[in-house]
């Protein structure tokens, strides 16, 4: 079983819909991160968090640490929002370095 | 300002054969990583380098090495290369770490290795 789990690992929808995409992992963290990547692979860090919730623009991103659990939540999806969203954590067990374990990520497409 | 930059964007090796990769992190950043993504994959930590010493080291054989400059910059070196290798190398550059040991990291474009 892999330490960070995704779901869906595909997700279509029409524009303006609400989006979801779950991140559940099984290890102590020190933060988690949602990353953006576009075709071609450059990968954009969106948010960084530890505790609580995290909005910036159209996106927010939540976290349950008791549960080991994150969402990230698209409002009003554009088109343009289509991209692989990968989740990845630092693990407590590798404090000291910046190891990031990854998801396998959520490709997502907003249909217009 | 320069982001995280890497060059070359794409390379094609011929199985057996070395390669160098090269990384320039965020001006006055320390730290640099480097991670592996096979296509369809989620990124593969390879190694992490801060102030010019390596501080982590992932599940990867000892053909991968890489170092880390005076100006921060890095290397990342594959020797006696595999058709298992080809992937997406990306580097990632952070400034320093917060005191709960969150690390904001900030990555380059990758780059693309074949190997034929």
């Known amino acids: 079983k892999n330490e960070v789990e995704q779901s869906p690992q595909n997700l279509t929808a029409q524009e303006g819909e609400f989006i979801t995409i779950n991140c559940s992992y099984s290890?102590?963290?020190?933060?988690l991160h949602w990353l953006q990547q576009h075709p071609g692979g450059g990968i954009v860090s969106l948010f960084m968090?530890?505790?609580g919730k995290k909005k910036h623009g159209r996106l927010i991103a939540t976290i349950n640490i008791q549960e080991k659990h994150s969402s990230l939540h698209i409002t009003a999806s554009h088109p343009r929002d289509s991209a692989v969203y990968i989740c990845a954590v630092q693990a407590l067990s590798n404090f000291g370095n910046e190891k990031l374990t990854f998801g396998t990520g959520t490709r997502l497409t907003i249909i217009p | 300002d320069a982001g995280v930059t890497q060059s070359p964007t794409h390379l094609i090796k011929t199985r057996g054969q070395h390669v160098t990769l090269r990384c320039s992190p965020i001006?006055?950043?320390?730290?640099v990583s480097w991670y592996q993504q096979v296509l369809g994959q989620g990124p593969q930590f390879i190694f992490q380098y801060y102030e010019k010493e390596e501080r982590g080291r992932g599940n990867f054989p000892d053909r991968f090495s890489a170092r880390q400059f005076p100006n921060y910059s890095s290397e990342l070196n594959v020797n006696a290369l595999l058709l298992g290798d080809s992937a997406l190398y990306l580097c990632?550059?952070?400034?320093?770490?917060?005191?709960?040991?969150?690390?904001?990291?900030?990555f380059g474009p990758g780059t693309r290795l074949t190997v034929t």
């Open positions: 968090l530890s505790s």
């Open positions: 290890v102590g963290i020190s933060a």
């Open positions: 001006s006055g950043h320390k730290s």
């Open positions: 990632a550059s952070s400034l320093e770490p917060s005191r709960q040991g969150m690390y904001e990291q900030y």
